[in-house]
């Protein structure tokens, strides 16, 4: 197998994963987009791992996968808040910070 | 061309190129329906797609133990909590207007942008760079690994998990 294939495939799923982020306005798709983004990561660290023949890439992979879990938990638990206190989860009405 | 010559699939190991190729399709659509879909509980179903393809990747790269955790962590756990942070906001379970903002071609050609970017890059950084799976990469390895070299990151991991648990709670607690 070639490399390419594995790091163009998660290229396209960063793509993607990007313009999620920056089109939605919904809290939770947002967070969704990320988790695309994350994974594209992951693919690219697995893919450089065999690669290089050695195992370290599967491991940062592991750590990415438990830090991706406390960050959904630690979103998810915001975009609650969010909605609670604007009975909204749309992002572009949270301005409060604007200048 | 170094596109041509990286879509001419090479004999030795066709079936390893056909899983890859449908995985890869399969993936490549359910993100673009993650990002583009209207209603919000069809996007975490295709996300489960992606993340399932992932997980098959993770096999075709002899990662068969991270491709294990993927499923019960991703598919298994966020995935339901994503399902949960939907009902829980209410948010318009049906087909629903608004789920976009109003800087979507700005956002499309941003992302075209990094992905043109990005595909030139690798094309010249790594065009014809194969990976040999020689031996297996086993979980045995990987565990090991974990526990020799990494032993202080797990550790710093594992606080992290905590500070987010707690950070969950303390979020979302009604005082």
Do not use: W
């Given at each position: 197998?070639?490399?390419?294939?594995?790091?163009?495939l998660s290229a396209v799923l960063f793509s993607c994963g990007?313009?999620?982020?920056?089109?939605?306005?919904?809290?939770?798709?947002?967070?969704?987009?990320?988790?695309l983004i994350l994974n594209a990561v992951?693919i690219?660290?697995?893919?450089?791992?065999?690669?290089?023949?050695?195992?370290?890439?599967?491991?940062?992979?592991?750590?990415?996968?438990?830090?991706?879990?406390?960050?959904?938990?630690?979103?998810?638990?915001?975009?609650?808040?969010?909605?609670?206190?604007?009975?909204?989860?749309?992002?572009?009405?949270?301005?409060?910070?604007?200048? | 061309?170094?596109?041509?010559?990286?879509?001419?699939?090479?004999?030795?190991?066709?079936?390893?190129?056909?899983?890859?190729?449908?995985?890869?399709?399969?993936m490549s659509?359910s993100a673009?329906?993650v990002?583009?879909?209207?209603?919000?509980?069809?996007?975490?179903?295709?996300?489960?797609?992606v993340?399932?393809g992932v997980?098959?990747?993770?096999?075709?790269?002899?990662?068969?133990?991270?491709?294990?955790?993927?499923?019960?962590?991703?598919?298994?756990?966020?995935?339901?909590?994503?399902?949960?942070?939907?009902?829980?906001?209410?948010?318009?379970?049906?087909?629903?207007?608004?789920?976009?903002?109003?800087?979507?071609?700005?956002?499309?050609?941003?992302?075209?942008?990094?992905?043109?970017?990005?595909?030139?890059?690798?094309?010249?950084?790594?065009?014809?760079?194969?990976?040999?799976?020689?031996?297996?990469?086993?979980?045995?390895?990987?565990?090991?690994?974990?526990?020799?070299?990494?032993?202080?990151?797990?550790?710093?991991?594992?606080?992290?998990?905590?500070?987010?648990?707690?950070?969950?709670?303390?979020?979302?607690?009604?005082?």
């Amino acid at each position: 197998m070639y490399l390419n294939e594995f790091l163009l495939l998660s290229a396209v799923l960063f793509s993607c994963g990007v313009y999620g982020v920056l089109a939605r306005r919904n809290g939770v798709l947002v967070l969704m987009s990320i988790e695309l983004i994350l994974n594209a990561v992951n693919i690219n660290l697995v893919a450089f791992g065999a690669f290089h023949g050695q195992v370290d890439g599967q491991v940062f992979a592991l750590f990415t996968v438990a830090i991706a879990a406390a960050e959904v938990g630690v979103g998810l638990a915001i975009v609650l808040l969010i909605y609670r206190n604007t009975r909204s989860i749309d992002l572009d009405q949270v301005a409060q910070m604007k200048g | 061309m170094p596109v041509a010559r990286l879509l001419a699939a090479d004999t030795a190991n066709l079936p390893q190129h056909i899983a890859f190729g449908l995985l890869a399709v399969m993936m490549s659509f359910s993100a673009l329906r993650v990002v583009t879909a209207r209603n919000v509980v069809h996007c975490a179903l295709y996300l489960v797609m992606v993340l399932a393809g992932v997980a098959g990747i993770y096999i075709l790269l002899a990662a068969e133990f991270l491709a294990a955790v993927q499923v019960l962590v991703y598919i298994g756990a966020i995935v339901v909590l994503f399902l949960f942070g939907i009902m829980l906001t209410r948010a318009p379970i049906g087909r629903s207007r608004g789920l976009d903002n109003d800087q979507r071609g700005l956002a499309a050609m941003v992302a075209l942008a990094v992905a043109g970017l990005l595909t030139a890059l690798l094309l010249d950084g790594f065009g014809d760079d194969r990976i040999d799976l020689a031996g297996p990469q086993r979980s045995g390895d990987v565990g090991l690994e974990i526990f020799q070299s990494y032993v202080i990151p797990f550790e710093v991991v594992s606080v992290l998990l905590l500070a987010a648990l707690v950070g969950a709670v303390v979020l979302a607690r009604r005082d």
